[in-house]
Structure formats: structure tokens, C-alpha cells
């Protein structure tokens, strides 16, 4: 059974950080580009950031470049985004995404295949 779980999210002050899993079961995330999406209430879903499969090659939104970074660990068929510098226009539900094949210097929600059910990330004092 094909499946992304998210963790790591929760509660956290501005400037604050957290680090989010995605952890893959049922395939292999190698041959996957893997993006992090979030949706902030009343919001539509964004695309933050993506991770290819074939060199590592990252791109980020501009809303978090600078502050955020992702990063895979195929021997733990996981990737991870390191948040930092937390501000509360971040708090959103998070979500990773698998995608055979995604086109580079963007994360389109609509080339991804698999979807993790979702981690709350707040951002408040």
C-alpha cells in the first residue's frame, strides 16, 4: 500500500523552527520528486518546496527562500523540511507529495500522484 505520512508539526513562536518528516511506504522515493505543499484556512493550497529525484535539485516559493530547506534521505526513504525563522503567516496544514515526473523550478500540485494525509504547523506567541 502506497503511502506518505507526515510529522513533526505543532506549535511554535515566530522566529521559532520545526522539522518535518515525510516518511514514504509501499514504493520507493528515489525515483520521486517530492514537494511540500501547505493551506492556511480560507486559503488555496501553495506549493513551498520541491526536491528532485535525479541531482537533488531544490526550489523553493519566495514566501520561504532563505528560511526553509529540504532535503532527502533515501536509506530512510524520507525527505525533510527544515523550517526556520518562523513567522505566523507560515501556519498552515503541511503536506508532502510524490510525483514520477515534475517540472523543474516549480511545485505544481497537479504532477504529484501521492499525498500525505497533512502535518499542522502554528505559528503564534
Known amino acids: 500500500q502506497v503511502q506518505l505520512v507526515e510529522s513533526g508539526g505543532g506549535l511554535v513562536q515566530p522566529g521559532g523552527s520545526l522539522r518535518?518528516?515525510?516518511?514514504?511506504s509501499g514504493f520507493t522515493l528515489d525515483y520521486y520528486a517530492i514537494?511540500?505543499?501547505?493551506?492556511a484556512p480560507g486559503k488555496e493550497r501553495e506549493g513551498v518546496s520541491c526536491?528532485?529525484?535525479?541531482?537533488?535539485?531544490?526550489?523553493y516559493a519566495?514566501?520561504?527562500?532563505?528560511?526553509?530547506?529540504i532535503s532527502r534521505d533515501n536509506a530512510k526513504n524520507t525527505v525533510y523540511l527544515q523550517m526556520n525563522s518562523l513567522?505566523?503567516?507560515?501556519?498552515?496544514?503541511?503536506?508532502?507529495?510524490?510525483?514520477l515526473v515534475a517540472s523543474p523550478n516549480t511545485v505544481l500540485s497537479s504532477e504529484y500522484?501521492?499525498?500525505g494525509q497533512g502535518t499542522q504547523v502554528t505559528v503564534s506567541s
Not at 518535518?20 to 514514504?24: E, I, Q, T
Open 35 to 39: 514537494g511540500w505543499f501547505r493551506q
Open 113 to 115: 500522484d501521492y499525498w
Open 51 to 59: 526536491i528532485s529525484s535525479s541531482d537533488g535539485s531544490t526550489y
Open 20 to 24: 518535518l518528516s515525510c516518511a514514504a
Open 87 to 99: 513567522k505566523p503567516e507560515d501556519t498552515a496544514v503541511y503536506y508532502c507529495a510524490a510525483a
Open 62 to 69: 519566495d514566501s520561504v527562500k532563505g528560511r526553509f530547506t
